[in-house]
């Protein structure tokens, strides 16, 4: 079998690396010659919506799969009149590329999500501040990630100044939520509606960006696993989705508040590779291929550490019990993922001395 993917960044590299054992072979499409995946995978270096470049990685595969929900909707077209089909299906796409869709679509589920508010333009502003208040944080409506393209409202006054900060239109304004912490789950679906679903896990951000995922998330009751578990396995069966998708949540004193959905594998399940029994990664290749779906379970307990900026001493991270390195081979750069580094114990008290000196060790890169 052969599958090829939209982007070929360390997501796609993770992909290709847990095709390999299965005897899929893998071609990614990405501009940049020196991406991650193109070590171990066939790499067509052209635009993602690159006609002859779309032929070329799609030619022999039994089915196009991509690592970011920006994918050009060119490419999908491309693609559809090659007869290849792109699994998750491209409506999983347009509902994601828009957050203001990914909140509708989850508050018709019945899961909650922030008060929020469309601006389209500064007149918007109004109607926004009495709908959803203060505070709030107004966010472009596509294309944000890691915390860019986001804006925090204090007061009322500073509304306008956001949104021409932000470009004044394709805007949402959303309540800020009092969260306890954060949690994600991440899904996987199979072409015949089987689906896995993995634990909730907690997620720790730092300027933004992911920095250490706790799997599965500590103290979770029996009812906040079945909320944020249901949540995610609603949003997937609703879009029909195919393949693996995250969703993202606060957990607050009231319950499960949704924020995102990524359409996609994500980081905040890497420490799958090795802290469940089959990984996010080998799951989304067995269901974009129509394989049955394998073991979300984790493995006594496991820990990500993103590896962000530079990267700590290699033999440091590897002398620590339970530690697996993924490097992703990208140049060092102040606030760009290098890698992540998991630890896998049996219990959380044997996980945190080992945790604790590899957080030292990130923490002391991330600065670097
Ligand atoms: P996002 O790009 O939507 O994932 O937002 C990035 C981060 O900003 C989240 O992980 C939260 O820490 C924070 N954030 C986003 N939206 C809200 C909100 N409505 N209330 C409180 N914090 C938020």
Known sequence: ????????????????????????????????????????????????????????????????????????????????????????????????????????????????????????????????????????????????????????????????????????????????????????????RGTDGSTAVYPPVENEHRDGILSLTLAPAPNLSPALIEQAQSAALKVAESLDHIGVLCVELFDTPAGIVANEIAPRVHNSGHWSIEGAVTSQFENHVRAVLGLPLGDPSVRGVAAMVNIVGTEPELAALLALPGVSVHTYGKAPRRGRKLGHATIVADSAEALAAPLAQVRALADAAWDA
Do not use: C
């Open 1 to 188: 079998m052969r599958l090829a993917i939209l982007g070929g960044g360390q997501l796609a590299w993770m992909l290709a690396l847990a095709a390999e054992p299965l005897g899929v072979s893998v071609a990614v499409l990405e501009p940049s010659p020196d991406a991650a995946a193109g070590r171990i995978a066939d790499h067509v270096i052209a635009a993602y919506d690159d006609p002859a470049g779309l032929d070329e990685v799609s030619a022999g595969a039994d089915v196009v799969t991509y690592e970011f929900e920006n994918v050009p909707t060119a490419a999908v077209t491309r693609l559809a009149e090659r007869g290849i089909p792109v699994l998750p299906f491209p409506g999983s796409l347009t509902v994601t590329q828009d957050r203001m869709r990914e909140k509708e679509l989850m508050a018709a589920l019945g899961i909650r999500v922030a008060p929020h508010a469309a601006i389209d333009s500064p007149a918007d502003a109004a109607a926004a501040l009495a709908a959803v208040g203060v505070p709030g944080i107004l966010k472009t409506r596509r294309l944000g990630y890691d915390g860019k393209g986001q804006v925090r409202v204090a007061t009322a006054d500073a509304l306008p100044a956001a949104i021409a900060e932000l470009g004044g239109t394709d805007l949402i304004y959303e309540g800020l939520v009092s969260f306890t912490r954060e949690l994600s789950v991440v899904v996987a």
